[in-house]
């Protein structure tokens, strides 16, 4: 009920060709709403893992701050901080 709610009220939707071309599929799409099984985001976390444990050391040391001043401000939101 809810995709076809959105669907009457001018969302779109795609489809990706397999796991193969997600990334390829994401991009050019470009989804602002997403949803997706849990295997999906896990491949997602892994691959920012994977890009961030190879960057260079001053990268590396910028992209740990910012997810944790993410999960910081998260904790704000949520009033656990």
């Known amino acids: 009920a809810e995709l076809w709610s959105s669907m009457a009220h001018g969302s779109s939707m795609g489809i990706s060709r397999g796991v193969s071309h997600i990334l390829e599929d994401l991009q050019l799409v470009q989804p602002t709403v997403l949803f997706a099984v849990p295997t999906l985001f896990k491949k997602f976390y892994d691959g920012v893992h994977n890009a961030m444990e190879a960057a260079p050391p001053l990268r590396k040391k910028l ?12 904790a704000v939101n949520e009033g656990t901080r």
């Open 63 to 74: 992209m740990k701050a910012a997810l944790s001043l993410g999960r910081e401000r998260v």
